[in-house]
């Protein structure tokens, strides 16, 4: 079996020997570009926690700040790793969304214990602020990075495609899913995807690569890692 990874080139090839472990051969094709943005030290006084809604936010943080003993709360288990790997000192992970990185959040910390420092992109996904601020909370979204589309798929993607070396297609953001939809039709392969099965890490990111013909569309039964990873092995 051989796989499609879709995830920005730091995150997929970490998850390329992930599945290599597991058996899985895999093709990188990263959807995303992650450019950090360059600047002074960030303010870290007063924060009691720091939000990472994905692994780029902590990549970037730990690029523009050396604390490390600021707890960190991570929306999934990866991002989670790759903050204890960086040595932050106290790493707690949701495990799905932004919706249960909320709620972790909230069990966890008191409303007027200090900010809590969300490390974002350009562009983020639901409401964590609001959904914090109704609890009290204070919030502070620091962007320090964006994800940059790719402006084409890559040529050996598209060849594998083509002549069906690839078995399914990994995709883990609305976003990413969006992308691959338009340079897929942009290249003329969407009739070479009926014998391709789509992995989606949620429903929101189904619903957009939904109007492709694939083989199967399998949606992981959390939005986290393993999840997915079984969604494959299952299907291997």
């Known amino acids: 079996m051989k796989v499609l990874i879709t995830r920005s080139r730091e995150d997929g090839e970490r998850l390329a020997t992930v599945l290599a472990e597991r058996g899985i ?10 450019d950090i943005f360059a600047g002074p030290p960030l303010a870290v006084d007063g924060v009691q926690a720091v ?8 990549r970037a943080f730990a690029e523009r700040s050396s604390e490390r003993r600021i707890p960190v709360f991570a929306v999934g288990d990866a991002t989670a790793r790759l903050a204890v790997n960086m040595g932050f000192a106290s790493v707690s ?7 249960t990185l909320a709620e972790r959040v909230i069990e966890a910390l008191p409303a007027d214990g200090g900010d809590l420092l969300h490390v974002a992109g350009t562009k ?8 914090l601020g109704e609890h009290g909370f204070s919030y502070r979204r620091e962007v320090i990075y964006e994800a940059k589309r790719v402006p084409a798929l890559d040529p050996a993607a598209i060849e594998a495609i083509r ?6 297609i990994l995709f883990y953001s609305p976003r990413t899913a969006s992308i691959f939809v338009e ?3 942009r290249v003329g392969i ?5 014998a391709v099965a789509a992995y989606c890490l949620s429903e929101a990111v189904a619903r957009r690569i939904e109007d492709l013909t694939w083989r199967v569309i399998c949606i992981a039964n959390r939005p986290d890692q ?4 079984a969604l494959v092995e299952g299907a291997a």
Not at 25 to 34: T, V
């Open 163 to 168: 002549t069906g070396a690839i078995d399914g």
């Open 183 to 185: 340079l897929a039709e």
């Open 25 to 34: 051969d895999s093709l990188l094709a990263p959807l995303l570009e992650i």
């Open 190 to 194: 969407k009739g070479d995807l009926d």
């Open 93 to 99: 992970t949701a495990s799905g969304d932004v919706d």
């Open 124 to 131: 983020v996904a639901g409401d964590l602020g609001g959904r």
């Open 51 to 58: 939000l990472a809604t994905s692994a780029n936010g902590i």
């Open 226 to 229: 393993e999840s997915m990873l």
